[in-house]
């Protein structure tokens, strides 16, 4: 089953993640949920060459392969180890998909949190507009950090590479569902967020008000926010009053490919400070 599940998600994963995206393009320019401020063809155009030069790094550098293999542990002497042999391969996929999940929101959180580690992650927040393109907006140095750091995590518990394929797949789904700027009637939202991260529940997370950008922090699954306490839902007047962006940099220049690079290195630790309020 192991070897069936990982070929399938890993032979299907290009195309799919393909007509995912043209399905959601297509939904935002027949009912997008708000209006842009900066065109969609230079959005679209920087998030897209971020996007490049982050994939262009990850197959050089490969940090979650080097992770693994410094680690030299087997699946036989693991915690997945341990699991598939006492309760099957199915047990391995639902523990380690959650596992996953919930090391990307433990990690997402402490982005939020540690200055050094928020200089890079304010690249993916400091986009203006938000739409499925924003998904892709991450500065190199940001994928770098976390794929060895969620490498490593996964190397020590001999989480099997099919599992994070399958996780892989799933998440690529869920991150350009919920930055697409879709409209979605408030039942369903409603609905669907008592499990995934939705696109309303995660336009908070993107606000450049500090009340709201330190909260639903989850990525695919809705339910660790819930468990600790970071779930926020606003009124539907406060999320139409919801701006964008990172604070100070939210004009549209600031949505040029060039401050894509040079953010991390332009935010001051007092601004941080102030995004701090509300935790």
Same mark, same amino acid.
């Given at each position: ?13 290009s195309?799919?993640?393909? /007509? #995912? ?6 939904? %935002? ?11 969609? *063809? =230079? ?13 262009? *790094? ?24 341990? $699991? ?13 998909? /959650? ?13 939020h ?5 928020? =200089?890079? &992650?304010? #690249? &993916? ?16 140095? %940001? ?17 099997? *590479?099919?599992v ?17 700027n $879709?409209? $979605?009637?408030?039942r ?13 529940? &995660? ?8 009340e ?33 962006? #990172?604070p ?19 935010? =001051? ?11």
């Amino acid at each position: 089953m192991a070897t069936w599940v990982g070929d399938w998600a890993g032979a299907i994963s290009s195309w799919c993640q393909t /007509l #995912v995206f043209l399905t959601f393009a297509l939904w %935002e320019s027949v009912a997008p949920a708000r209006p842009g401020q900066v065109p969609v *063809i =230079r959005r679209w155009g920087v998030n897209f060459l971020l996007w490049g030069v982050m994939l262009a *790094i990850l197959s050089s550098a490969r940090p979650t392969t080097l992770a693994a293999g410094l680690l030299g542990i087997t699946a036989g002497t693991s915690l997945f180890g341990a $699991i598939g042999h006492l309760r099957g391969e199915w047990s391995i996929l639902v523990a380690g998909l /959650l596992l996953m999940d919930f090391a990307s929101y433990v990690l997402h959180v402490v982005q939020h949190r540690v200055f050094l580690l928020w =200089r890079f &992650h304010a #690249v &993916h927040h400091s986009d203006i507009d938000m739409d499925l393109t924003t998904t892709l907006r991450h500065h190199p140095g %940001e994928t770098l950090i976390s794929a060895a750091l969620l490498g490593t995590a996964f190397a020590l518990t001999g989480l099997p *590479i099919w599992v994070t394929v399958v996780y892989g797949l799933l998440s690529i789904f869920g991150d350009l569902f919920n930055h697409a700027n $879709i409209r $979605i009637p408030v039942r369903v939202d409603a609905a669907l967020r008592t499990v995934l991260v939705t696109p309303r529940m &995660h336009r908070v997370h993107h606000s450049s008000c500090p009340e709201h950008f330190g909260t639903n922090f989850g990525n695919l699954f809705s339910v660790w926010d819930r468990l600790f306490a970071t779930h926020r839902v606003l009124s539907a007047a406060d999320e139409a009053a919801i701006r964008f962006g #990172v604070p100070e940099f939210t004009a549209p220049r600031y949505a040029g490919l060039a401050w894509g690079w040079i953010l991390p290195f332009a935010l =001051r630790r007092d601004i941080r400070r102030g995004m701090l309020t509300g935790y």
